[in-house]
T-cell receptor
């Protein structure tokens, strides 16, 4: 068990809908990362937060947004969903977000857009 | 920009034989390199990392990786494969000097160990 909790584990929804994925980092970790994993794109970095502030942005669509709350949990909001958004979404955390830190990954949320 | 390549989508090896999963990287400075493993229906788990120092890095579950600066490679190795090693393996790179704080991951290599 990595200590990173993601809910829900599975999510099935329809095109055009909006969903929220939740992540609780390991106790004491200040940095949260969101990744999207799909067969054709591999593991794509979406966004990173550090202690409540956005720190880095990757290939995140404008329809997607995220935030990190004062208790350090994070939410990823996906709106106007399309079939192509179906993927496994991972949250990871690290102590401070430093260069040489390892990431601890949650088990992911499998999103299916029908 | 930093990048990493895993040239093999799949590696097949018999149990008890040595295994190698290949990774090459591209950065403009000195890299930080990582290997992660993903078992079915699980998140990625850290195996080992190279920051500086000894080119041979030892990690979890008997895995090791060799950093080769001239060949820009960081291949994952294990002397004797187990069936339970079957999983998806990801190499990742970070460029600490003026680069992104975010690790870039390879596309992954599926390791299949046959009994």
């Amino acid at each position: 068990d990595s200590g990173v909790t993601q809910t829900p584990k599975h999510l099935i929804t329809a095109t055009g809908q909006r969903v929220t994925l939740r992540c609780s980092p390991r106790s004491g970790d200040l940095s949260v990362y969101w990744y999207q994993q799909s067969l054709d794109q591999g593991l794509q970095f979406l966004i990173q937060y550090y202690n409540g502030e956005e720190r880095a942005k990757g290939n995140i669509l404008e329809r997607f947004s995220a935030q990190q709350f004062p208790d350090l949990h994070s939410e990823l909001n996906l709106s106007s969903l399309e079939l192509g958004d179906s993927a496994l979404y991972f949250c990871a955390s690290s102590v401070g977000g430093g260069d040489n830190e390892k990431l601890f990954f949650g088990s992911g949320t499998q999103l299916s857009v029908l | 920009a930093q990048s990493v390549a895993q040239p093999e989508d799949q590696v097949n090896v018999a149990e008890g034989n040595p295994l190698t999963v290949k990774c090459t990287y591209s950065v403009s400075g000195n890299p930080y390199l990582f290997w992660y493993v993903q078992y079915p229906n699980r998140g990625l788990q850290f195996l080992l990392k190279y920051i500086t120092g000894d080119n041979l890095v030892k990690g979890s579950y008997g895995f090791e990786a060799e950093f080769n600066k001239s060949q820009t490679s960081f291949h994952l190795k294990k002397p004797s494969a187990l069936v339970s090693d079957s999983a998806l393996y990801f190499c990742a790179v970070r460029e600490p000097s003026g680069g992104s704080y975010i690790p870039t991951f390879g596309r992954g290599t599926s390791l299949i160990v046959h009994p």
